[in-house]
């Protein structure tokens, strides 16, 4: 009997941890915020500074829109952001809908067509 006591309230235990969790992972969600990288004119030419004055916060969706074969998703580091280069084994999106998660701290994504990031393809948001 104590040790049928000692499962029931294990397996309660665990369903509260389970329920709290999920809780959990619903208000971080629910908290989230969805931007489209330049706006109505999406993810285009000059586009950089976009990021500038915006609330990110950590778990936010970017939304890249652009026409697909035109242009990609880069996910780089700052070096790579700064030298317009795409690093081997970078993270590449293209589907022209690239929805990306912000992670804290700073995040840089630029477009790996050459010549597009030089061109002002290039965004580097902050999340808190």
Same mark, same amino acid.
């Given at each position: 009997?104590?040790?049928?006591?000692?499962?029931?309230?294990?397996?309660?235990?665990?369903?509260?941890? %389970?329920?709290?969790?999920?809780?959990?992972?619903?208000?971080?969600? =629910?908290? *989230?915020?969805? $931007?489209?990288? +330049?706006?109505?004119?999406?993810?285009?030419?000059?586009?950089?500074?976009?990021?500038?004055?915006?609330?990110?916060?950590?778990?936010?969706?970017?939304?890249?829109?652009?026409?697909?074969?035109?242009?990609?998703?880069?996910? %780089?580091?700052?070096?790579?952001?700064?030298?317009?280069?795409?690093? =081997?084994? *970078?993270?590449? $999106?293209?589907? +022209?809908?690239?929805?990306?998660?912000?992670?804290?701290?700073?995040?840089?994504?630029?477009c790996?067509?050459?010549g597009?990031?030089?061109?002002?393809?290039?965004?580097?948001?902050?999340?808190?």
């Amino acid at each position: 009997m104590f040790q049928k006591m000692c499962e029931e309230k294990g397996n309660a235990k665990l369903v509260r941890i %389970v329920v709290l969790s999920i809780l959990l992972i619903h208000i971080h969600t =629910a908290n *989230a915020a969805s $931007y489209t990288v +330049g706006d109505s004119s999406g993810w285009t030419f000059n586009v950089a500074g976009w990021e500038k004055g915006k609330p990110f916060k950590a778990g936010d969706t970017l939304i890249f829109k652009y026409v697909v074969g035109q242009h990609n998703t880069v996910v %780089v580091d700052k070096a790579s952001y700064d030298s317009c280069s795409v690093p =081997a084994g *970078a993270p590449t $999106y293209s589907s +022209g809908n690239d929805k990306l998660t912000l992670k804290k701290g700073p995040n840089y994504f630029i477009c790996g067509i050459r010549g597009h990031c030089e061109a002002g393809m290039k965004i580097a948001p902050v999340a808190a």
